[in-house]
């Protein structure tokens, strides 16, 4: 009677052991993800500006059945279309964008860079 209790005593001393042992495993592994998180946070409060961290933040979404972040998508599915949107005009009457500037120039008969094709319908 006094071995089993002995034995019994033995057995109760390693499952303890090992308990203590995997609860400093999982508090070693906390302390490691919490440090690799801040240094995560130091790095987004000091190198991305705030509008960017913002425009991101809004576009998290967390997926619980794959239990992960994912992002919202840029353009809205309608009836998931595989339509791209229509590209806006850029000049009336002109090809292509022309700038503010390349306008002045071209109002004034300036330099030959800053020509620009009319469209051609």
């Known amino acids: 009677l006094y071995a089993k209790l002995q034995c019994i005593k033995a057995e109760i001393k390693d499952v303890n052991d090992e308990h203590v042992r995997s609860r400093q495993e999982l508090e070693q592994t906390q302390n490691e993800l919490t440090r690799e998180l801040k240094f995560k946070y130091l790095i987004i409060e000091n190198f991305i500006p705030p509008e960017e961290k ?3 933040m809004n576009r998290l979404m967390f997926d619980p059945e794959e239990d992960q972040w994912k992002f919202k998508p840029l353009v809205p599915d309608k009836g998931k279309s595989s339509q791209m949107k ?12 022309i700038s503010q500037y390349a306008r002045v120039a071209l109002s ?13 319908s």
């Open 108 to 120: 004034m008969g300036a330099h030959s860079r800053y020509r620009v094709s009319p469209l051609q």
């Open 86 to 97: 229509k590209r806006p005009a850029s000049a009336v009457g002109y090809k292509r964008p």
């Open 54 to 56: 913002n425009k991101i």
